[in-house]
């Protein structure tokens, strides 16, 4: 395989974005004419996996290049705290410039996670995060998830307000400092739409008539996927068949959810636009992806936090003057693939201790090439979850290994709705052997299942104790912006 050219990297990142809401994965709605486009010149990954499908261990991965049990970044309130070196750490101590602008979800700005020079950062509230994401396994039913999926409404939310000021801090920083540094430099913008609450402007939501939107798959309570841990998760943290949402409203929220995905594309239009006026479109990459999705209803589940294809898969685009144009990549990558392919791309190298990385470097398969045959690894040990999931994705298949629970497989190429569990058939059984084989090579599930509980358990003591955690809640709405954006 060629090697490439060193050039500029801009790596733009959303938070909760399911990889089916843009057009050019075949949305018949999504109105994304940006993110199209970026498609359209570049390629297109089908097959894109978070490592963890939360938002705080999803990025520590993807800063670090490797799997959360190894960093010890267990839920919403374990942020990285730069405990193994960041693609940030390499670029930096190879004389590139490095710049985030907006969500990173670490714990504090001062924090050695190898980006210094980070403009209106989000971290985790007050540098602890949410402890209640930490209550495992026997917690009190809550619905934080149902009630943000019940209350669509129209108007502004200060994650709008937030990423509208991101778009400007990053059309100023291209405009006024890019041309500063003669080493390639990678500008990291990272948005936060279109995670909850859902809200959307009148005219993004205009868009997107009632009657045009399609119902979640298996929406309705006689048909949600019968499954011990699923029933658990769902039970906990969702809603019973009780509590399922009317048929109206599940449409409102989708439309919204729809029209916010509009908002976030027209904030990358107008970094990319800026990017090509200035002349850097030349000499610069893009990459565009998500650090996890969002299950809009699918199985009777809101939120993330699950294996399925609405939580877990994730839009991956990139493009450049040395990207084949239109190009789709079929084989499975995930978020760890990041670390290699940016250290890669502005020019710098790996350190020997980047050895063990899971990654591989994407820039041959942006090119036409190959990339090697593997399995990718996502894993779960967060609220609501009674027991630890890992997943494996091959080319054709999802694996997926409760701990102390049956597991769950499913051919993605005949199923992409995941709608038959393949576990149950005898026929079933070599495979489930073989990836039963492949996990137990990446992790010990039962003992990465225990240590998650004992430090979850050490960090529930010193934030109170349960009782005080418990009354507390979970934070509702999502980890709040920087204050000049709240709500006034």
């Not at 089916?20 to 894109?48: E, I, K, S, V, W």
Request: glycine share 8%; aromatic share 8%; charged share 20%.
């Amino acid at each position: 395989m060629a090697t490439i050219d060193p050039l500029n990297l801009l790596l733009i990142t959303s938070d909760q974005h399911r990889r089916t809401a843009a057009g050019c994965y075949g949305h018949p709605l999504a109105h994304t004419p940006n993110l199209d486009t970026l498609a359209a010149r570049g390629a297109r990954f089908d097959a894109a996996y978070c490592n963890f499908p939360i938002c705080v261990p999803s990025r520590a991965s993807l800063a670090t290049g490797r799997y959360a049990h190894e960093l010890g970044v267990w839920d919403n309130a374990a942020p990285y705290i730069g405990q193994r070196p960041s693609w940030g750490h390499r670029l930096i101590a190879q004389g590139h410039k490095v710049t985030t602008i907006g969500k990173l979800h670490f714990r504090r700005p001062d924090d050695d996670t190898g980006f210094p020079d980070q403009r209106i950062p989000m971290h985790v509230k007050e540098g602890v995060g949410d402890l209640y994401g930490s209550l495992r396994p026997d917690v009190p039913r809550q619905r934080n998830y149902l009630n943000t999926a019940a209350n669509p409404r129209v108007g502004e939310s200060e994650y709008m307000r937030y990423d509208a000021a991101s778009t400007r801090e990053a059309v100023n920083w291209l405009a006024s400092e890019a041309p500063r540094h003669d080493a390639p430099w990678c500008l990291w913008v990272s948005y936060t739409l279109p995670h909850s609450p859902f809200v959307a402007s009148a005219e993004d939501l205009a868009r997107y008539p009632l009657e045009d939107m399609q119902l979640p798959v298996n929406f309705r309570s006689p048909a949600w996927p019968q499954h011990p841990h699923i029933d658990y998760i769902r039970e906990q943290r969702i809603q019973s068949p009780e509590e399922e949402l009317e048929e109206t409203l599940v449409r409102r929220t989708i439309a919204t959810y729809l029209a916010m995905c509009t908002y976030l594309d027209r904030q990358i239009g107008s970094v990319l636009t800026t990017l090509t006026e200035l002349g850097l479109a030349g000499s610069t990459r893009v990459i565009y992806t998500s650090d996890h999705g969002e299950m809009l209803g699918d199985h009777g589940m809101w939120g993330k936090n699950l294996m399925y294809e609405g939580a877990s898969a994730v839009p991956l685009l990139m493009a450049g003057p040395d990207i084949s144009r239109g190009q789709t990549v079929s084989q499975p990558i995930s978020l760890v693939d990041l670390f290699p392919t940016i250290v890669e791309g502005v020019g710098a190298s790996q350190s020997a201790v980047d050895a063990d990385l899971p990654g591989t470097s994407l820039w041959p398969a942006g090119r036409g090439d190959e990339l090697p045959e593997r399995t990718i690894f996502s894993e779960y040990h967060a609220s609501g979850c009674r027991e630890a999931m890992y997943m494996l994705r091959d080319s054709t298949h999802k694996y997926v290994h409760h701990v102390g629970d049956s597991p769950q497989l499913f051919n993605l190429v005949c199923d992409p709705d995941e709608a038959h569990d393949l576990a149950s058939d005898p026929q079933s059984v070599p495979l489930l052997n073989r990836f039963d084989r492949q996990l137990r090579a990446v992790v010990d599930p039962e003992a990465v299942d225990r240590a998650a509980k004992a430090d979850q358990a050490l960090r529930i003591e010193a934030g109170g104790g349960l009782g005080v955690i418990t009354k507390r809640g979970p934070i509702a709405g999502g980890t709040p912006a920087p204050d000049q954006f709240r709500e006034r």
